[in-house]
């Protein structure tokens, strides 16, 4: 049997939730607002990689750590 690495939840402000979707290797969510979807994926397979979309034509991809620098301020997305 496949061994369960991550789990996902998703929450909205209607009260909806939805929890423990069980994953091996990776995860998204996606969220649809009008024509555009932003999508966040996560993947466990080596290291921890974040890859976020909005959108055909903007993307950021990169380690988890990495994600965690840009957002403190520490280095900048390329």
Not at 39 to 67: N, Y
């Amino acid at each position: 049997m496949s061994e369960i690495r991550m789990t996902g939840e998703i929450r909205t402000d209607y009260d909806c939730e939805a929890i423990g979707f069980p994953a091996e290797r990776w995860g998204e969510a996606v969220f649809k607002i009008g024509e555009e979807e932003i999508v966040f994926e996560v993947s466990v397979e080596d290291d921890v990689i974040i890859s976020i979309m909005a959108g055909e034509d903007t993307a950021w991809r990169g380690t988890l750590k990495g994600l965690k620098q840009i957002l403190k301020g520490e280095i900048k997305a390329r």
